[in-house]
C-alpha cells in the first residue's frame, strides 16, 4: 500500500513558477507509473502529466505542455512537477497518483494511489 504526500503548492502571481513534489512511501515506487492531476472548484478532476515507471515517457495535457515538466527521482521515491508560466487557470487542488505495473495514462482510473493534494494559486 504506496502513501503519496504532495508539496510545495502555494500562492504565486501570473508568470511565475512553482514545482510540485510528491513524496511516496510503502510500495516499491520504481515500478510505479506516476501522474498529475488537479482538480478546480466545480470541475472534473483533469490530466496534467504523467512519467512512465522508466522516466524515459513522458505526457502533458495540451494545457500544460511547454510550460509544465514531470520527472522523477527513482533513488528518492519522489515524482516532481515544474511548472512555469503560471496562469490564472492553472489555479486548483493538484493531485499526484500512482499506478503499478502500468506505463501512465491520462485517465484518473488507472490509477491505484492517489495524495490528498496541494493547492495551487495563480493571481492575475
Known amino acids: 500500500q504506496a502513501q503519496l504526500i504532495e508539496s510545495g503548492g502555494g500562492l504565486v502571481q501570473a508568470g511565475g513558477s512553482l514545482r510540485l513534489s510528491c513524496a511516496a512511501s510503502g510500495g516499491t515506487f520504481s515500478s510505479y507509473a506516476m501522474g498529475w492531476f488537479r482538480q478546480a472548484p466545480g470541475k472534473e478532476r483533469e490530466f496534467v502529466a504523467a512519467?512512465?515507471?522508466?522516466?524515459?515517457?513522458?505526457y502533458y495535457a495540451d494545457s500544460v505542455k511547454g510550460r509544465f515538466a514531470i520527472s522523477r527521482d527513482n533513488a528518492k521515491n519522489m515524482v516532481f512537477l515544474q511548472m512555469n508560466s503560471l496562469k490564472p487557470e492553472d489555479t486548483a487542488v493538484y493531485y499526484c497518483?500512482?499506478?503499478?505495473?502500468?506505463?501512465?495514462?491520462?485517465?484518473?482510473?488507472?490509477?491505484?494511489?492517489w495524495g490528498q493534494g496541494t493547492q495551487v494559486t495563480v493571481s492575475s
Open positions: 497518483a500512482a499506478q503499478r505495473g502500468g506505463g501512465g495514462s491520462a485517465y484518473p482510473e488507472p490509477y491505484d494511489y
Open positions: 512519467i512512465s515507471w522508466t522516466g524515459r515517457t513522458t
